[in-house]
């Protein structure tokens, strides 16, 4: 199958949830100039205007690396499901995830949901190096995530992670959620470092009573994200992606480890799993 008929099987496969929108493609022809945006035309699987360039000349289109270069190529799209292709012509064919391109300036994109139900059956300790996806494309609401390949490609053009509680559909802040620090010297912060490794945002620290340090938010909090280590924390720097963060020995403190363990939410003694999203921008 095509690289472009895959798209278009994601476009005719989209389920009830968020909207999908389309996506920012760049043409493909010989001058690999951006198509042009055209809002009138419909989207491509019939639901209202198409917010994705147009095909080049040759009608092959390219779809964007993330949701940041989709907000860069089209200013004001709005939040919704877009196809992203984040490792490139050639690499592994595109899939669509989740763009909120309101929050903070917009072009994050959604790397892994949670929904807090029963529903959400653990990750394998132990996930296939080489999905492009497990269980399903992440949007709110929905129980999912992209592979670890993909994830590693968003992080390395990333500057930022955002852990939340699911926002309202109009994009409100609930008051629940992190923002990672972009350093003042530049360079890339220590959980963009570990995401690009395919690792756990926190897997490198050896001192975890300063991890809040990293973070900007309501929840940016030592109560938290601080986290003593010891050898109870077995096997913590190992931890890999789709684990998300783990204030090991933290009764109180985050705990988003659906690989092997199941659990996702802010407090850990907090008692059933919540709804929790990460996006890179």
């Known amino acids: 199958m095509s690289r472009r008929a895959r798209v278009r099987g994601l476009v005719l496969l989209v389920a009830a949830g968020a909207p999908f929108i389309g996506a920012a493609c760049v043409s493909t022809s010989s001058n690999n100039a951006p198509a042009s945006f055209d809002a009138s035309q419909p989207s ?3 639901s209202g205007p198409r917010s994705d360039a147009s095909p080049g000349p040759d009608g092959a289109s390219q779809p964007l690396a993330s949701c940041k270069a989709i907000l860069g190529a089209t ?8 196809p992203i292709d984040p ?3 050639g690499g592994r064919d595109p899939v669509t995830s989740y763009c909120d391109m309101t929050f903070d300036g917009g072009g994050w994109t959604l790397l892994q949901a949670t929904t807090g139900g029963a529903s959400d059956v653990p990750f394998p300790a132990v996930v296939d ?3 492009s996806v497990l269980v399903a494309e992440p949007q709110p609401g929905v129980y999912g995530s992209l592979g670890v390949p993909l994830v590693v490609a968003l992080a390395a053009t990333a500057t930022q992670v955002h852990i939340r509680s699911p926002f309202a559909p109009d994009g409100g802040d609930n008051g629940a959620w992190i923002t990672s620090v972009v350093p003042a010297g530049g360079g890339a912060s220590v959980p963009i470092q570990n995401l690009r490794k395919g690792m756990m945002l926190n897997a490198s620290l050896t001192d975890g009573t300063q991890a809040q340090s990293d973070y900007v938010g309501p929840n940016a909090v030592a109560e938290l994200l601080a986290f003593p280590l010891d050898s109870r924390c077995t096997d913590f ?7 998300i963060y783990w204030a090991c020995n933290n009764h109180g403190g985050l705990h988003f480890l659906m690989a092997g363990d199941g659990i996702s939410k802010w407090r850990f003694d907090a008692g059933t799993n919540e709804a929790l999203e990460v996006y890179v921008r």
């Open 75 to 82: 200013p004001g799209a709005p939040s919704g499901r877009y």
């Open 237 to 243: 720097a190992a931890r890999g992606y789709p684990s």
């Open 87 to 89: 490792d490139g012509p």
């Open 129 to 131: 190096s080489d999905a």
């Open 44 to 46: 491509l699987d019939g």
